[in-house]
């Protein structure tokens, strides 16, 4: 996750525990978080006011509760980038 000031976040979410904070970095580092996440197929999601709300996190901290929401836009992005969907989800009728 990137915003355009040249910062950069990466999570993790295994689907069963909290998402959590893995990357973090500004400038140089940011740019080396967004290429390596280029060059192993992980979609980039830039949104700069949810990267100011994570920057404060340590690495390996949960993401917040309050978050929830915004992250798991995030992880449905990624998801539908890669053509996935979670376990035992259905398209509504109406995409079938």
Known sequence: ??????????LYYNGKTAP????????DLARQIVEIAR??????????ELVRSLMHLELG???PAGLYRAIAEVI?????LKGRSPDGWEPPQSER
């Not at 959590?20 to 400038?27: P, R, V």
């Not at 060059?39 to 700069?48: F, S």
């Open 1 to 10: 996750m990137t915003d355009k000031t040249d910062r950069a976040l990466a």
């Open 20 to 27: 959590k904070l893995t990357g973090k970095g500004e400038d």
């Open 39 to 48: 060059k192993h197929g992980v979609p980039i999601y830039e949104d700069a």
């Open 61 to 63: 901290d949960d993401i």
């Open 76 to 80: 449905a992005f990624a998801w539908v």
